[in-house]
């Protein structure tokens, strides 16, 4: 196993209360060619052999990739326990096997920008027609401990100074004909179809809203800022600023992410929303110069201060009240510093065991 992820993993597993729990459990797992999704399941499999003795097993759905080629995957694409299917929860699919199962994270959707605004409508159903189509499959399961489903902070908008750090209350105001919308929208109503079949159906689902959400597992074409300007430093000794980079953001290395993630899927209350994240936010700016000497190497960074037409409706400042989350267990944030040149380490070294 890559050492960044292995040293990971053993992190998130030395703070998972109960572990034995999760033995002879069966999940289902949707997106897991994704970052938060390969991350999860690559992580599983590792707490499975360790801690489990082999007795938690998984169906990981992936749309359109070779999982032997993952960059993260790729370690467990061996693993007998894990069942990989390919179905794209952005069309029909039928996947009878969740009435069997006892947990369920849906993660599938289209996360960078560039990927969501090139596919709209399959963002749009992956988000709502996939979460709908889940949803009656479970409410007759009598296996069902919990059902996670993966939103995004994004349903804020671009909330006012006074309500930064935001809290899971806010009501956001976003532009429902924006290039983003297909994403905010479609993730705001998705939300809305978990808490009305919790209601009618009694389902026990809880909804986490990542906010950027950051470390290994990224791909070469992922438009999301932190990766973007890890590729950019690492291949080109270059950073490029596309707005001013005043905006300031909440940074989260993925490993505490996770652990807020399961923490929720657990010990979550039915029917709710949880912030996944960092409440420290810093801005474009200091993140370019924090990659920039995480690099052994000299970058250099440019603010070119034109922004594209889908950024310019990105909030000025976007990081989450973390109270309603460590009500449910300890909160770990790993400093931008160390969680950059983590990630940077395993993008670099990829093959590098532990």
């Known amino acids: 196993m890559n050492r960044i992820l292995a040293n990971d993993f053993l992190e998130i597993s030395k703070h998972i209360k109960n572990k034995d729990q999760f033995k ?3 999940w289902v797992i949707t997106g897991s060619t ?6 999860l399941v690559s992580f599983l499999s590792w707490f499975n052999k360790e801690f489990l003795n082999h007795s938690l097993s998984i169906i990981a759905t992936y749309r359109n990739e070779l999982n032997a080629f993952h960059p993260i995957l790729k370690e467990i694409y061996s693993d007998k326990l894990i069942n990989f299917k390919k179905i794209d929860v952005g069309t029909e699919f039928d996947l009878p096997e969740l009435k069997f199962v006892d947990f369920v994270i849906h993660t599938a959707s289209n996360a960078a920008p560039q990927s969501y605004i090139s596919d709209p409508i399959g963002t749009i159903n992956a988000n709502i027609r996939a979460t709908e189509y889940i949803l009656d499959q479970l409410k007759d399961s009598v296996y069902l401990k919990s059902f996670l489903y993966i939103s995004s902070g994004e349903i804020y908008g671009n909330p006012s100074l006074e309500n930064v750090p935001t809290r899971e209350t806010y009501i956001g105001e976003t532009d429902h004909l924006s290039l983003r919308s297909c994403y905010v929208e479609s993730k705001k109503f998705a939300e ?11 389902i026990p689902v809880t909804m986490v809203r990542p906010i950027h959400v950051y470390g290994p597992g990224f791909k070469e074409n992922d438009s999301r800022v932190w990766a973007d300007f890890i590729i950019k430093a690492t291949k080109e000794n270059h950073i490029e600023i596309l707005g001013d980079g005043t905006p300031r953001r ?7 992410a996770i652990l807020q993630m ?3 899927l657990v010990y ?15 801005s474009i700016k200091d993140l370019a110069n924090v990659v920039a000497a995480s690099c052994s190497r000299s970058v250099s960074v440019y603010v070119k ?3 594209p037409e889908y950024l310019k409706t990105s909030p000025q400042i976007s990081c989450p009240d973390m109270k309603k989350t460590s009500e449910l267990g300890k909160l770990f944030s790993t400093d931008i510093e160390v969680g ?3 990630t940077i380490s395993w993008y670099q070294n990829p093959d590098e065991m532990m």
């Open 250 to 256: 909440g940074f989260c290395y993925i490993s505490d």
């Open 262 to 264: 399961i923490n929720v």
């Open 34 to 39: 994704g970052m938060i999704g390969s991350y």
């Open 192 to 202: 809305t179809i978990c808490y009305n079949y919790y209601r009618t159906f009694n």
């Open 268 to 282: 979550g209350r039915p029917g709710e929303a949880y912030n996944i994240g960092n409440s420290h936010h810093i």
């Open 24 to 26: 002879n459990t069966k």
């Open 305 to 307: 201060n034109e922004l």
């Open 340 to 342: 950059i040149a983590r």
